[in-house]
């Protein structure tokens, strides 16, 4: 039970302060990121490529002299151009190789570091950083739930905490998993900062007891899975901006001009993964998180059915995860219509971020439903 | 994609045509066709199941539901004083926002309008698919395309091994795989993911479900309110519910019978801190009895999160607050009223307000009269009102106290109109006066106060709470709940299952030994239809071994592909670089090749 007085407040003072370190960390590995990006060189393309052709040249040379078993799947490409995929399987041990190849339009870049090694310093301190960062902030995270005996996320503030916490453990989980995703810690930091500045600045709430209406397994469910989308979909929009920035970088350096969109410097979106490895990455995390976004909804309404006694009421935070949702629908859809692929499909994407957006930010400060609680 | 601007949709070469459509989504017809009304109809038809106009349909749901959200509702909590009050504040626009349907958004022309049409496009896609992939599971895999090397992901190689040996070989791989493999022709065709067209179909029959719930739920739903104040108990008919909206099947005679009865009601509230006043806990402690019969009682409580389910009706705490308890005696002395009388809370700190109506006050001065007090309950008082007016300044009773005036006359209440309960009927009455200004009192609990001129006197006895209930009687919840879990279902088999066709062939060559040639076709997002090739390739090699002469694919030439091996630029990762190569690659339709299908268009 939940009693009116239970609230540690040594814990939840170590919960702000960790929340403050977290951001100060934070800052400092953005401004490692940005010298990365700075001071990292342009010209790292067919250096990094000479040296892995190598790698590959010689992984070939040895399974084909241990007399194993080698495949080399050819694949279409969209200009005409074609890519293999080699799979050997040497002799005796049975185990496969892989290694593939890629053709000419699918370059992705080299990163933020390009072949600077003072960059590339820079982009590993930015990461190490980033992860000290995250360790102080999910350690506010979990001393505000410890304050309260209760998940940490009762309010906008905390939920804004949990909610940038899930951001930057996704990138570092992914970066854990090796994928090749180094390049999105600028803008990952960012938005992590950003999201803590406005819950720190605008949103704080005392730790403190829940109203009886939060009293419920479902905070735990439908809250979570809720957080976990945010970050998800704030992923896929820094994708989809980059996709769009990417790909006018494409058509402006194919039109003959020299910079990217805005006037950015072309050696900024040389350094990143190609257009369609962008496009794919935002469609791949947006489809991953579609159907949690679906369950969260539908998590919301069983938690409804039991507070308010309607599962859908149209309350403003309903009809909202509604349009959002639709929205992320629409996308999905276009992305598998012809005529809509691309482009348009990306700024459906990206109006869904903003209905998400909205949900989360606008709707509990402007407008008064059923889940305004505990003040915002 | 890059590759928007080349995209062009070629029709496939005829004997291709089973290489063609791994999806059964309708195709997309440019204009009317045939002659008059039914080419017309024909061509509205195949606009509205277009993927296009689908398209549209959905973001204009969404955006007709944007409105709902930021103007008062009718049906919302509260929504008719809502309503009035915006449309108060709104002088101009109101009329023209209540002719645009805009307080009632959800069940307006124009929303009901959108989603209808969606669902009928949705029906008139859905319906067809369905048919089509009954088929398509009823059928073997397509038959595997003449020129195997000219589809988007191949591989071929020569071997010793037989041909019919190295089929049956596939064969076997294939099915070991779990693909549905047909050998026939001297080739293998085969197909797996299924499942993805499974789930696509079943989580957009599952919105039809849920529509259903929906539907079933506002045609025989129905929700009474009743209010009671400790100690108090209600039979659940329409005569003794506070208020009912029923609909079409769930009217006043079909309320589910029970006894209900409120014990106690509990409240906690933080009692420091900047929440200070917040609610923590709410628990009405409440007997009931299912039919008619109120002798079996049952212990139960309820809570917020927690409703109490009688019959077929679930019961909601929605609110309390204090009913403060006063007794009236008239100038001789008798008891003319004794009760609790619910007050209505106005703010967090629950400042209620409400009415006390001496209807039996008899006669005063030889004249029938009526006595009714309004007045304030404050649970917690301050020291003054002063600047303030009466406000509580927390909502639990840390401080009781009852303000009054006091009023006589006729309270109107033997016209037989119904009244509200909550507020007095001015029309007929006079405030009672203390020199010169209105009689005004503050109690505490036990405290008495004699009345202006001789009318008796009022005593705040002390106060009991009041818990008010939703009885809601909600049918269609299991098969909306159910549509609900279909439809995530749905949703992941047909987001994370690929579907992918395979086919091989080995064919004798004239001049000995076997051409062995494997192909494979995703569908636009599938990433992993190369490597799955490749898996299945490196397999079938223990049964087609390469000839030792022919390391090199018989096909296209083979120094071409080295060249590209050594300008390539693997990622770090290889396995992802592989999966990702693959897909962009196979993704994308080539316009010089009849061989290669169009683009997938699919309504997935």
Redesign the interface.
């Known amino acids: 039970?939940?009693?009116?007085?239970g609230?540690d407040p040594h814990l939840a003072d170590l919960s702000n302060k960790l929340i403050y370190s977290a951001m100060v960390v934070y800052t400092i590995a953005m401004f490692a990121q940005i010298f990365e990006w700075t001071f990292g060189s342009k010209g790292a393309?067919a250096v990094?490529?000479k040296e892995?052709?190598g790698n590959?040249?010689e992984t070939?040379a040895a399974a084909g002299t241990k007399g194993g078993?080698?495949?080399?799947?050819?694949?279409?490409?969209?200009?005409?151009g074609?890519?293999?995929?080699?799979?050997t399987?040497l002799a005796g041990e049975g185990a496969?190789v892989?290694?593939?190849?890629?053709?000419?339009?699918?370059?992705?870049g080299p990163g933020a570091a390009g072949t600077s090694e003072k960059a590339d310093l820079a982009g590993r301190i930015a990461v190490s950083l980033t992860v000290l960062g995250s360790l102080l902030h999910a350690g506010g995270v979990i001393t505000r739930g410890l304050s309260v005996s209760r998940w940490p996320w009762g309010n906008m503030y905390e939920f804004s905490c949990a909610f940038a916490l899930a951001m930057a453990a996704a990138y570092i989980v992914l970066l854990a998993a090796?994928?090749?995703v180094r390049w999105l810690g600028l803008p990952v930091t960012i938005a992590v900062l950003l999201t803590l500045g406005i819950a720190t600045s605008m949103l704080y709430?005392?730790s403190?007891?829940?109203?009886?209406?939060l009293?419920?397994p479902?905070l735990a469910i439908h809250v979570s899975t809720a957080i976990f989308c945010g970050g998800a979909f704030y992923a896929a929009f820094i994708a989809t901006l980059l996709y769009l920035g990417k790909?006018s970088f494409?058509k402006r350096i194919a039109a003959g001009l020299t910079t990217g969109p805005l006037g950015t410097p072309a050696s900024v979106w040389r350094r990143l993964p190609?257009?369609?490895?962008l496009?794919?990455l935002s469609?791949r995390i947006n489809?991953?998180v579609?159907?949690l976004w679906?369950?969260t909804i539908?998590a919301g309404?069983?938690?409804a059915?039991?507070?308010?006694?309607?599962?859908?009421?149209?309350?403003?935070k309903e009809?909202?995860s509604?349009?959002?949702w639709?929205?992320y629908?629409?996308y999905?859809?276009?992305?598998?219509?012809?005529?809509?692929?691309?482009?348009k499909a990306a700024y459906?994407a990206l109006a869904a971020f903003a209905?998400w957006l909205f949900n989360f930010y606008g709707?509990n400060i402007f407008?008064t439903?059923?889940h305004s609680y505990?003040?915002i | 994609m890059s590759n928007t601007t080349t995209e062009t949709e070629q029709p496939p070469a005829p004997d291709d045509l089973a290489a063609e459509r791994l999806s059964s989504a309708p195709v997309e017809s440019d204009g009317p066709t045939g002659i008059g009304a039914f080419g017309w109809a024909r061509w509205m038809w195949r606009q509205l199941t277009s993927m296009r106009v689908a398209l549209i349909l959905l973001f204009l749901l969404s955006l007709a539901a944007i409105p709902g959200s930021l103007i008062p509702q009718y049906q919302n909590g509260q929504g008719q004083l809502k309503v009035e009050a915006w449309k108060a504040q709104h002088g101009t626009v109101a009329p023209i926002y209540e002719k645009l349907q805009l307080f009632d958004v959800y069940s307006s022309v124009w929303f009901s309008a959108i989603y209808i049409l969606l669902f009928v496009s949705l029906a008139g896609c859905i319906v067809p698919r369905t048919w089509q992939f009954v088929g398509v599971l009823r059928a073997q895999p397509p038959a595997a395309p003449r020129n195997l090397t000219r589809m988007p992901v191949h591989a071929a190689w020569r071997t010793e091994a037989d041909a019919d040996t190295v089929n049956a070989a596939a064969h076997r791989l294939l099915r070991k795989r779990g693909f549905r493999a047909d050998l026939s022709g001297g080739a293998v065709a085969a197909e797996k993911g299924y499942l993805r067209e499974v789930g696509n179909l079943l989580f957009h029959l599952s919105l039809f479900a849920l529509l259903g719930g929906f539907a079933w739920a506002s045609l025989a739903s129905g929700t009474g309110g009743k209010l009671m104040v400790e100690g108090e108990g209600y039979s659940n008919t329409i005569t003794q519910l506070d208020d009912f909206n029923g609909t079409r099947f769930y009217g006043s005679d079909d309320l589910d019978p029970f006894y209900l009865k409120l014990d106690t009601f509990t409240a906690k509230f933080q009692a420091s801190g900047s929440q200070i006043g917040a609610a923590r806990q709410f628990t009405a402690n409440v007997e009931y009895a299912t039919g008619s019969d109120a002798s079996k009682l049952k212990k139960s409580t309820i809570e917020v999160n927690h409703p109490l389910e009688i019959g077929g009706s679930k019961v909601y705490l929605i609110g309390h607050g204090f009913a403060p308890v006063v007794t009236v005696r008239n100038a001789k002395g008798e008891v003319v009223y004794s009760g609790a009388t619910p007050f209505l809370p106005q703010d967090a700190n629950q400042t209620s307000t409400g009415v006390v109506k001496v209807s039996d006050y008899g006669e005063k001065d030889g004249q029938r009269t009526q006595l009714g007090f309004s007045g304030f309950f404050l649970p917690t008082a301050p020291v003054s009102f002063e600047g303030t007016g009466p406000i509580s300044l927390f909502p639990d009773d840390a401080a009781p106290e009852l303000v009054l005036n006091a009023y006589a006359g006729d309270l109107g209440t033997d016209s037989g109109l119904p009244q509200n309960i909550y507020q007095l009927n001015m029309r007929k009455m006079t405030q009672l006066t203390q020199d010169g200004q209105p009689a005004k009192i503050r109690l505490r609990p036990g405290q008495a106060w004699d009345l202006p001129d001789g009318y008796g006197t009022v005593t705040f006895e002390g106060y009991k709470r009041w818990a008010s209930f939703d009885v809601s009687h909600r049918p269609g919840n299991a098969i909306a709940l159910s549509g609900a879990v279909l439809a995530i279902l749905g949703l992941i088999g047909s987001l994370f299952v690929q579907r992918r066709r395979i086919w091989v062939r080995a064919v004798a060559l004239p001049g000995g030994g076997t051409q062995v040639e494997l192909a494979g076709l995703g569908r636009s997002e599938s990433a992993k239809i190369a490597e799955e090739l490749a898996e299945l390739a490196v397999d079938l090699q223990d049964d087609a071994p390469a000839s030792e002469e022919d390391d090199a694919p018989a096909s296209e030439g083979e120094g071409e592909h080295k060249h590209e091996h050594e300008d390539d630029t693997p990622a770090p990762d290889g396995e992802e670089a592989a999966a990702g190569s693959a897909d962009t690659e196979a993704e994308a339709s080539d316009p010089a090749d009849p061989a290669v299908p169009a683009d997938q268009n699919s309504k997935e």
């Not at chain 1, 074609?82 to 799979?87: A, F, H």
């Not at chain 1, 403190?208 to 209406?213: G, N, R, S």
């Not at chain 1, 999905?332 to 482009?343: D, I, M, V």
Request: charge should be neutral; proline fraction near 3%; charged fraction near 20%.
């Open positions: 039970m939940h009693l009116a007085s609230v393309v990094r490529s892995q052709s590959l040249a070939v078993k080698k495949v080399t799947v050819t694949v279409a490409g969209a200009n005409g074609t890519t293999t995929l080699t799979r399987a496969t892989v290694t593939s190849g890629r053709g000419e339009e699918e370059v992705d090796r994928k090749n709430t005392d403190d007891q829940l109203v009886p209406a009293h419920s479902w790909d494409d190609a257009a369609s490895t496009d794919k469609y489809a991953l579609f159907p679906t369950f539908i309404a069983i938690w059915e039991a507070a308010w006694g309607k599962y859908w009421e149209w309350d403003p009809t909202w509604f349009i959002t639709v929205a629908a629409c999905l859809h276009a992305r598998a219509t012809a005529g809509w692929k691309g482009r459906l209905f709707v407008v439903g059923k505990a003040g």
